[in-house]
């Protein structure tokens, strides 16, 4: 222990921070309480930690500042112009193309090219679950939970490609705080039998307005998750990248939790950013109104990004194109694609510059008190950031905007509520496999507006495999 005390005592004091060290010569606290703290402590980046907060702090002062009616060349942000296509379009040529972006990324998938990325450490708190929200169940007949769908399309998918059971691995970022939950839940389901590889987010200590740690007990350190765009850090640190670079992986569609009708892997976007030849791709959902509240695709200075809705003035917010649709309309759903070059090489030599601040109420330790105290007012800094910060480093990034119907049900309120909730989800799914059944030629009767159908994901990945059911009379609630 002394050599690693030498070490953080002499870290700490370059890096201003010797404060944090205060306890450790203190007799009433035992040595594995201080090995514990010691080696926590030697994983935090103090070295960079100034510059974090310098450059956080720095874009919380350019946001106050900020007139979206009057900003430089450099800020101007005007509607994203790279590549973009719709699955939504009834035009021939458009669809064909998308057939054939399809099965560019099946090969891909043939190949064992495709990996799929699982953000995956938020909790059910707002859903009154106790447990990591990918565990929970949205009250389908099968009672499978969101990890479970998600887990069953990559398995189909990849009997779809040919491949087996295993042709796709599924990375699964956790939190700290439900790493353990979460791994022991896929093991006692012998991880629904497909390779899954799993690893936490990172955390980062919170700081005072001056750049100081914040002691939450003589032995800790208060520290938060660093944002969903930990997973670029997380990945560095736990060896992702270079595990998908041995197998081979070259192309990555992450997405998030708490959407029932994700698909993972999915190859007609994957396969359109491959044949569009992008370095990052995001899969997006056209606004339905100006008023609603959610980041869109745009460029910022010739660069794509995602600007919050606040961020874009009302005008911005109702011009529409010459097609009537939105013309800041590509809403951001947390579904993305990335080559591994990208993360790699332009991703990972760029991480420093990407935090954000959040101003929060942090407890602390009182010394004279000898007690943590939990303050009434904001007191600290959390460095945060998000997963679509590395979108102005790419250099050509693909748009697909898919049918919200197909694709979308979010799972983030509680139940009851009108809108984003177990219940909206559940009627989606219900509504997707009784369209299913309706283009595979079966007649629906019984209770059709059931949100009880159910077509399991190892039945059909996309709606694929159902011709037995043409012809067929089918009562609701159904289960396929």
């Known amino acids: 222990m002394e050599d690693l005390l030498a070490s953080v005592t002499k870290r700490c004091e370059a890096a201003g921070q010797s404060h944090i060290l205060a306890h450790v010569s203190d007799a009433t606290i035992s040595q594995e309480d201080k090995l514990s703290f010691l080696k926590s402590v030697d994983e935090i980046p103090l070295e960079k930690l100034s510059d974090f907060l310098k450059s956080a702090l720095d874009e919380e002062e350019k946001l106050k500042n900020f007139d979206?009616?009057?900003?430089?060349?450099?800020?101007?942000?005007?509607?994203?112009?790279?590549?973009?296509?719709?699955?939504?379009?009834?035009?021939?040529?458009?669809?064909?193309?998308?057939?054939?972006?399809?099965?560019?990324?099946?090969?891909?998938?043939?190949?064992?090219?495709?990996?799929?990325?699982?953000?995956?450490?938020?909790?059910?708190?707002?859903?009154?679950?106790?447990?990591?929200?990918g565990m929970y169940d949205i009250g389908l007949p099968s009672g499978?939970?969101?990890?479970?769908?998600?887990?069953?399309?990559?398995?189909?998918?990849?009997?779809?490609?040919?491949?087996?059971?295993?042709?796709?691995?599924?990375?699964?970022?956790?939190?700290?705080?439900?790493?353990?939950?979460?791994?022991?839940?896929?093991?006692?389901h012998d991880n629904f039998g497909i390779d899954v590889i799993f690893f936490p987010q990172g955390t980062l200590p919170a700081l005072t307005p001056e750049g100081k740690m914040i002691l939450e007990t003589p032995t800790s350190l208060?520290?938060?998750?660093?944002?969903?765009?930990?997973?670029?850090?997380?990945?560095?640190?736990?060896?992702?990248?270079?595990?998908?670079?041995?197998?081979?992986?070259?192309?990555i569609h992450a997405f998030g939790v708490d959407n029932a009708l994700v698909k993972p892997a999915d190859p007609t976007f994957v396969g359109y950013c491959i044949s569009s030849n992008a370095d990052c791709g995001n899969k997006v959902l056209w606004k339905t109104s100006p008023g609603e509240k959610v980041g869109v695709v745009a460029s910022k200075g010739g660069k794509p990004c995602i600007v919050e809705y606040s961020d874009i003035s009302k005008e911005m917010s109702e011009r529409r194109g010459e097609d009537g649709r939105l013309v800041f309309g590509a809403g951001n759903i947390c579904n993305h694609f990335y080559t591994i070059d990208f993360l790699e090489n332009v991703v990972v030599p760029n991480l420093g510059n990407m935090y954000h601040v959040?101003?929060?109420?942090?407890?602390?330790?009182?010394?004279?008190?000898?007690?943590?105290?939990?303050?009434?007012?904001?007191?600290?800094?959390k460095l945060e950031s998000f997963i679509f910060d590395?979108?102005?480093?790419s250099v050509k990034m693909a748009v697909l905007d898919v049918e919200r119907k197909d694709e979308f049900a979010p799972v983030k309120n509680p139940p009851g509520t009108d809108s984003d909730s177990p219940d909206t989800a559940r009627m989606l799914f219900s509504n997707v496999a009784k369209d299913w059944l309706t283009k595979a030629g079966a007649t629906l009767v019984g209770d059709t507006k059931s949100d009880l159908c159910e077509v399991h994901p190892l039945t059909s990945y996309n709606g694929e495999g159902l011709d037995q059911w043409k012809g067929k009379t089918v009562n609701c609630p159904f289960t396929v």
């Open 358 to 381: 959040a101003r929060k109420k942090i407890p602390h330790y009182d010394a004279e008190k000898k007690e943590t105290v939990k303050p009434t007012a904001n007191n600290g800094i």
């Open 390 to 393: 590395v979108f102005p480093l």
């Open 144 to 188: 499978k939970t969101l990890f479970e769908f998600m887990a069953e399309r990559i398995k189909k998918l990849g009997q779809l490609s040919g491949k087996g059971d295993n042709a796709i691995p599924f990375y699964i970022m956790t939190s700290p705080l439900n790493h353990k939950v979460t791994t022991e839940y896929f093991a006692k």
């Open 68 to 133: 979206p009616a009057n900003v430089s060349a450099e800020e101007q942000i005007e509607p994203f112009s790279g590549m973009s296509a719709t699955t939504t379009t009834t035009d021939a040529a458009q669809l064909e193309s998308l057939h054939k972006s399809h099965e560019v990324g099946m090969k891909a998938v043939q190949n064992g090219q495709v990996a799929a990325l699982l953000l995956a450490g938020g909790q059910g708190t707002r859903l009154g679950f106790d447990g990591p929200k």
């Open 222 to 251: 208060a520290v938060a998750p660093d944002g969903n765009g930990g997973i670029y850090p997380a990945m560095v640190k736990h060896g992702i990248i270079s595990d998908m670079k041995a197998r081979g992986i070259k192309y």
